[in-house]
C-alpha cells in the first residue's frame, strides 16, 4: 500500500515456485476496492442499539497491524462507503449479527466480497439483527 498524486494505491503479488529457485515475480499496483451500500435493520434492533460503524473483516489473509481495517461510518438513513479494500471479505457491525447481505437484491453466499484492484462493488445492502 502507498499513496501517489493520483490517491492510494495497492498491490498484489504473485510468484511462480520451481524446486529450486524463482522464476518469476510480478508486483502489480492500482486503486484499491470501494464498497458501498446501506445498513438495513430488523425490527428487532431497537434505534438505540444501531451501530455507527461498520468493517470489513479479511477472510483469506492474516492481516498486518500496520495496515488498518476497512471502515465506514453508517450515516442516519444506512448508507456507507468502504474505501482503500483489497482481498475477501465478510461484513462486521459492533455488537451485532448479520442475517444477509444482498446486491441489487439477490443474496450474496456466506455475505463474501472479493475486491480486486480497481474494483467498485455498489448496490449493496446488509441485513442486520441483534
Do not use: C, M, W
Not at 27 to 51: F, K, Q
Not at 89 to 111: K, N
Amino acid at each position: 500500500r502507498g499513496d501517489s498524486n493520483r490517491g492510494a494505491l495497492a498491490g498484489v503479488v504473485t510468484t511462480e515456485v520451481n524446486v529450486d529457485e524463482i522464476d518469476d515475480l510480478e508486483l502489480r499496483l492500482g486503486p484499491p476496492g470501494v464498497v458501498e451500500g446501506r445498513v438495513v435493520y430488523e425490527t428487532d434492533v431497537p434505534v438505540a442499539g444501531r451501530a455507527k460503524q461498520i468493517a470489513l473483516r479479511q477472510r483469506l489473509l492474516p492481516v498486518s497491524p500496520l495496515y488498518p481495517v476497512p471502515e465506514s461510518p453508517i450515516s442516519g438513513d444506512g448508507r456507507f462507503r468502504i474505501e482503500n479494500a483489497l482481498g475477501v471479505f465478510t461484513f462486521e457491525v459492533p455488537g451485532a449479527r448479520i442475517v444477509r447481505v444482498r446486491q441489487h437484491g439477490r443474496e450474496i453466499p456466506e455475505g463474501r466480497i472479493r475486491l480486486a484492484i480497481g474494483d467498485a462493488i455498489t448496490g449493496l445492502e446488509v441485513v442486520v439483527g441483534k
